[in-house]
Nanobody, 121 residues
Framework: QVQLVESGGGLVQPGGSLRLSCAAS????????MGWYRQAPGKQRELVAT???????NYADSVKGRFTISRDNAENTVYLQMNSLNSDDTAVYYC???????????????WGQGTQVTVSS
């Protein structure tokens, strides 16, 4: 069974920084893409950033230049460094991973449970 566990959320003042972590564990053969999504109250879940196993990255326009996604393939962990936070960044942040559990097996998407990020003075 595969699990994704996020950590690092919390309350931060506008202009501040936070670093989110998400560790995948269980029977994993290969993780192709890891990513972060967020969902604010009353809004749909939206893409924040993704990173492939060879570290190609993709960002939502709203976070470009402020957020940085990275990963540690050996530890099956993805990080999201968030700088210059503002109130629009307040949301529950979810990590996900597109992975296979065996050689030449199908790819499945797994999600973490979410971590709250609140930007407020």
């Amino acid at each position: 069974q595969v699990q994704l566990v996020e950590s690092g959320g919390g309350l931060v003042q506008p202009g501040g920084s936070l670093r989110l972590s998400c560790a995948a564990s269980g029977s994993i053969f290969h993780i192709y893409v890891m990513g972060w999504y967020r969902q604010a109250p009353g809004k749909q879940r939206e893409l924040v950033a993704t990173i492939t196993s060879d570290r190609n990255t993709n960002y939502a326009d709203s976070v470009k230049g402020r957020f940085t996604i990275s990963r540690d393939n050996a530890e099956n962990t993805v990080y999201l460094q968030m700088n210059s936070l503002n109130s629009d960044d307040t949301a529950v942040y979810y990590c996900n991973a597109d992975l296979s559990v065996r050689t030449a097996g199908p790819t499945f998407r797994y999600w973490g449970q979410g971590t709250q990020v609140t930007v407020s003075s």
